[in-house]
C-alpha cells in the first residue's frame, strides 16, 4: 500500500464553520506533513510532524489546528477561516532521516473553498 | 519555503518532441527529487538523484545533477499527451524533514 488518502476531497465552508481535514497513510512512514497550495504556485509547508509529535509549524495562523493521533493518522482542523484560505490542502508522509531518505508520498488533496 | 528557480516558467510543445526543464537551487543538498502535479491532483514522485550522483535515469526521464552549479534539469523524451502537467524540483538538505521546492514548469503537450 503506497497510498495516502485524504478526506474530503472537496470542502465548502462559512467562515463560521469548524471542520476537519483528514489524511491516512499505512507505509508506516513516521514524518507527516500539511502543505497549502495556491494555484500556479509551488506548495507551501504548514506544518511537519515527527514521530507523532509537531516539528515544525511555519508560523501558521491558529485558525489551522494540527493533529496526529496516531503514526497513520494527521488531521487538519480549521476554525473561522478568511477567504484568502482557499487553497488545496495537501498531505505527504515519508520515512524520517533514521529511517533512511525517500520521496515523500502526497495525497490527492482537498480542494477547501471559503464563503 | 521555496529554495530556488525553475525555467522555463511554462512550456508548450509538439507531442513527440523532448521536454528539457531546469531548477537551480541554493543551499547545499542532500538529494534533489522531481515531482508530477496534474491539475488540481496530488504530486507523483518521478525521480530522486542524490548529491554525489551526476546522472539517473528512469524510462523516458532523464535528471542530471551539477552541485558546483547548484542546478539540476529534468528531460523527458517522445513527450507525450499524458505528459501534460506541472513539474516541481524539490531539494532535501543533510538530517532534514523539509523539502525545499523549486516554483514549477508548467508542461503543455500537443497532440
Known amino acids: 500500500d503506497t497510498e495516502v488518502t485524504q478526506t474530503p476531497k472537496h470542502l465548502v465552508m462559512g467562515m463560521t464553520n469548524k471542520k476537519s481535514l483528514k489524511c491516512e497513510q499505512h507505509m508506516g512512514h513516521r514524518a507527516m506533513y500539511w502543505y497549502k497550495q495556491k494555484a500556479k504556485k509551488p506548495p507551501e509547508l504548514m506544518f511537519v510532524y515527527s514521530y507523532e509529535k509537531l516539528s515544525i509549524n511555519e508560523s501558521v495562523p491558529s485558525r489551522f489546528s494540527p493533529e496526529c493521533p496516531n503514526s497513520s493518522l494527521l488531521n487538519l482542523h480549521l476554525h473561522a477561516l478568511q477567504p484568502e484560505d482557499s487553497a488545496l490542502y495537501l498531505c505527504a508522509s515519508r520515512r524520517t532521516p533514521g529511517q533512511g531518505v525517500t520521496e515523500a508520498f502526497f495525497g490527492q488533496g482537498t480542494r477547501l473553498t471559503v464563503v | 519555503s521555496q529554495q530556488g528557480e525553475e525555467d522555463p516558467q511554462a512550456l508548450s510543445i509538439q507531442e513527440g518532441e523532448n521536454a528539457t526543464m531546469n531548477c537551480s537551487y541554493k543551499t547545499s543538498i542532500n538529494n534533489l527529487q522531481w515531482y508530477r502535479q496534474n491539475s488540481g491532483r496530488g504530486l507523483v514522485h518521478l525521480i530522486l538523484?542524490?548529491?554525489n550522483e551526476r546522472e539517473k535515469h528512469s524510462g523516458r526521464l532523464r535528471v542530471t545533477l551539477d552541485t558546483s552549479k547548484k542546478s539540476s534539469s529534468l528531460l523527458i523524451t517522445a513527450s507525450r499527451a499524458a505528459d501534460t502537467a506541472s513539474y516541481f524540483c524539490?531539494?532535501?538538505?543533510?538530517?532534514?524533514?523539509?523539502?525545499?521546492w523549486g516554483a514549477g514548469t508548467k508542461l503543455i503537450i500537443k497532440p
Open positions: 524539490a531539494t532535501l538538505m543533510d538530517s532534514n524533514y523539509q523539502l525545499i
Open positions: 538523484i542524490r548529491s
